[in-house]
DNA sequence: CTCTTCCTTGACCAAACGGTCAGAAACCGG
DNA sequence: CCGGTTTCTGACCGTTTGGTCAAGGAAGAG
């Protein structure tokens, strides 16, 4: 049994090389997915010994399950914090800006969400068909009754939502990509992408005048 | 040496098999990535045993790269199309349609590629900045030209490009998510989405009146 | 300094993996 | 229905993988 899970008080070193272990393991997860993935390479990431590692988590699936479970808490803040109070067109383009921060501060949680998705989610279907469809449709209703009261566009709520996860994770997910196509201007992708998305959805959730 | 790709003439079995193998390999593939997937998964999703799969192509990287070699021959396609001299917003809504249509039929190319691209690109990167990114370039000076023109909005033609991919990719690399969240909507998720996204990169490129 | 607890390691194991091979079985033109 | 070619299989091999274990070394409280 891996001490760092069970102990009730962790050690200074068990805190260390247990977030170093997982950082390393973020790394490796996020790009090879969870059977792509072998103990050594995160051994050798975290520059420990495989048997060291083993010491601070009790398995492979035990380091993946961790960092999908923190992955979870934070991944939803900025949807969260979608408020029906302010004003519709500043509450929509601030999230797509916390989204694309987030792509660009924490690229590799991003990664290993696409990862999970693109293998059908068998480890986290229960926190998408749960927590995360009930947030999406308590936002999207938000978004309805912001039409219905002609304060924004008529829209889709859900493919509105989708289409800022897809263009704001993309600079995380296909940041290769992304990088070689904009070359030498790659440096400014970040602020190039919040100017285009803000006027991307500004346009689309404008009302018609009269 | 495996039959299949030396022979200059194939028999009707080595083109059967070996187009069933390519299939299997797909859906393996783009759901686990290279190093996530064994020749055993792909054997018996094929139906075949693991020597007998082996005599038709010599190792899984060789299965590999020949499904790569197939995908990048088709997957620019839709944008090869963009034509310059047609009516910008068409061209462009057009091209969201074709690419939504890729995304629907062929969602197992789509993931392999996405699967490659989250791998940092090992095996295609010649392709993307090669082929790819020359491509881009191209079409961006199209759009580019539509902007100073006048006939379109002005706008960033490779974040316009980057949102197009992801809106549109979004859709067979996330299916599950997307199935999940619109539940009983999720059978018309296509027309939706063709409707949503026709609406926003319309809205976005129509060039202000005056 | 010392004793206990915590940390680390090399050696090891069984299972899974990519791939090979000799020969059996199916196919097919004559 | 025969003979050569193509297709298929079980048994096998060396390596990699996830994980264990006994024992040695470092921390740290007293």
Known sequence: MARAASAK????????????????????????????????????????????????FDSKDAIHEQLLEDLLDTWLDPLRSLDAEGDPVDEI???????????????????LFANEILQGAPRIMDQIAGPLKDLVDEKAAIITGWADAGRIA????????????????????????????????????FDDAAAYLTNLFTKLLRPSEG
Do not use: C
């Open 9 to 56: 008080t962790q050690t200074r070193i068990q805190k260390e090389k247990s977030e170093l272990i997982l950082s390393a393991a973020l790394e490796v997860f996020a790009a090879y997915g969870f059977r792509g993935t072998t103990i050594d390479q995160i051994a050798a990431e975290a520059g420990l010994s495989k048997p060291n590692l083993l010491y601070y």
């Open 93 to 111: 383009t601030s999230y797509v800006i916390r989204k694309l921060e987030m792509a660009r501060d924490f690229p590799r949680e991003s990664r």
């Open 154 to 189: 008529p829209v889709d709520p859900y493919h509105l939502i989708f289409s800022i996860w897809a263009t704001t994770q993309h600079y995380a997910d296909f940041d290769i990509q992304v990088a070689v196509v904009l070359g030498e201007r790659a440096d400014q992708r």
